[in-house]
């Protein structure tokens, strides 16, 4: 199986948030978040606990409509706020 | 009715200013009654109003948000039932206009624009209440066409509807996130009103619940299967939020207008001295909050035209709550104002229907302002953006 590009505890976190995805399906870089119960409204919290857990922040001006669109987007906006765009620490 | 395709847009605000006389005259009756205000609504389809917002190329008055907010404004001095009815159609049009398929665009808008449809909304659902993008009842594919059984619990007008857009699941084993909106023409739709419209207020908007059945086609699905979101978003939120504001704004500078014409005729009621300090603040107050609306609905208004104009997105946060502060703001300040006319005019005019200032029917009808979707879930949502807009951007 090919390795996620992120940790474990990242993806329990977005886990937590997408209430339509079954405990027991992959969490593919490519999943519609939306559609797999993150509203609009929860991106929030996940944005804070996230910027806690990975010891980011993330500017305002990085957050676009597109940037919790599938777990790679929310990856990388990670790790672009990690500086050099690899992954944060 | 002799519907005329007229491009009113530049003379938007005078054809309201024709119009508000005659609705003032009927807001009484309207009232009391509980009746929806058909005369009105042929004397707007006639006015070549209904197609203040479609494109000229379509026949209509190529109007924008401003032209809007200032015909509804004017309007709702003179009824605000009717006013509210009209710029709750305008809301539709304008999801149409800017997201309808090409299809759907050519049948509809330029019989839009002549008057000939008046188009309710359908949003509010049973089981998720006031819930804006999400939906219980399902789109069910069949060949060509989608069928549509919707129970629709509050629709303003919904019995002189020519056509509803409605916010559906988009499929069986969709979740109730992906929410499409559909266009379903009144004369291929099975409709059953049940249940009443016998409100506290805005009792001539006639919000009946209604049952909906029919089979549209796909070309009738609005802004993409699933893809409601950004419609609410782009257009039907922003539009809603400007138009009802400046219905409310309208409403309440009307009852204040009056009051103070009575305070300066021989007629004011013996116990009110206009040269009172209790008098002259209660006054000052509320001149203040209707200042207070007046210039964030410009404000937003604005904001939201120059974004349209140069082709960019209000999907974000500062101008989300901009659009919020504008609803909640509107609907607390002008429900206050008219409460404080009440208080100031005291029991034979404040408080009496015989009055000859309305002002016991405006609280009546201000009161739903906060209901009409929800101030508390604005604010909420309003509080969870403020969270994401740490430089603070003010309207
Ligand atoms: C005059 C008028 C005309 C209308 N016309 C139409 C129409 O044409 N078509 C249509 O579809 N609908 C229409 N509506 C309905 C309207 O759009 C709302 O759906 C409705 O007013 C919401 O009703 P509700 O008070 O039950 O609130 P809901 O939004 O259902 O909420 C119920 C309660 O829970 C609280 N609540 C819910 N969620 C939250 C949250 N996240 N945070 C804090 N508090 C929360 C609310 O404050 C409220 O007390 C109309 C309403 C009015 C008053």
């Known amino acids: ?89 | 009715m002799t519907p005329q395709p007229t491009a009113p847009a530049s003379g938007a605000a005078d054809l309201a200013a024709g119009l508000r006389p005659l609705f003032a005259e009927r807001a009484g009756r309207v009232d009391t009654a509980g009746d929806f205000p058909a005369d009105n609504l042929d004397a707007l389809r006639a006015s070549g109003l209904m197609g203040l917002l479609v494109p000229t190329g379509y026949g209509g008055g190529g109007g924008g948000v401003g032209d809007l907010a200032e015909a509804a404004r004017i309007m709702a001095g003179g009824c605000l039932s009717t006013a509210m009815i009209w710029a709750m159609h305008c809301q539709q049009v304008d999801a149409l206009v800017r997201h309808a398929t090409p299809e759907l665009r050519d049948e509809l808008l330029p019989r839009v624009a002549r008057g000939e449809v008046y188009i309710a909304s359908v949003t509010t659902e049973a089981g998720k209440g006031g819930r804006l993008t999400s939906a219980e009842a399902a789109l069910e594919h069949t060949g060509a066409t989608l069928a549509l059984h919707r129970d629709a619990p509050v629709v303003t007008g919904g019995e002189h509807a020519d056509g509803y857009l409605v916010t559906m699941r988009e499929a069986p084993d969709a979740p109730d996130s992906r929410v499409s909106l559909v266009y379903a023409d009144r004369d291929l739709t099975k409709t059953e009103v049940y249940g009443s419209w016998n409100a506290l207020g805005m009792r001539g908007t006639r919000s009946v619940g209604m049952r909906l059945s029919a089979n549209v086609p796909v070309r009738n699905v609005v802004g993409g299967p699933g893809a409601f979101r950004a419609v609410a978003t782009d257009s039907m939120i922003a539009v809603g939020h400007i138009a009802w504001a400046a219905c409310w704004l309208g409403a309440a500078q009307s009852a204040f207008g009056q009051v103070v014409s009575l305070l300066r005729s021989p007629n004011r009621p013996r116990s009110v001295d206009p040269r009172s300090d209790l008098t002259t603040e209660r006054l000052g107050r509320t001149r203040m909050d209707l200042e207070l609306v007046g210039a964030y609905l410009h404000q937003v208004t604005a904001e939201v035209a120059r974004h349209r104009e140069q082709g960019l997105s209000i999907d974000t946060p500062p101008v989300q709550i901009h659009l919020n502060t504008l609803k909640v703001t509107a609907a607390e300040l002008t429900y206050a104002a008219v409460d404080r006319l009440v208080q100031l005019c005291g029991l034979s005019v404040g408080y009496s229907k015989d009055s000859a200032v309305p002002l016991e029917r405006h609280l009546r009808d201000l009161r739903s302002a906060a209901l009409n979707y929800s101030n508390d879930r604005l604010l909420t949502a309003t509080g969870s953006l403020a969270l994401l807009d740490r430089s603070v951007r003010l309207a």
């Open chain 1, 1 to 89: 199986m090919r390795e996620a590009p992120w940790p474990p505890e990242f993806e329990k976190l977005l886990r937590a948030n997408l209430p339509l995805l079954d405990a027991d399906a992959p969490l593919d870089p490519g999943l519609n978040l939306a559609d797999h119960g993150l509203d609009s409204l929860a991106t929030v919290g996940l944005l804070m606990d996230l910027e806690e857990l990975l010891g980011v922040t993330i500017p305002d001006e990085l957050l676009e409509q597109t940037s919790f669109q599938d777990p790679l987007a929310v990856w990388q906006l990670m790790a672009s706020a990690a500086g050099d765009g690899a992954a944060p620490a």
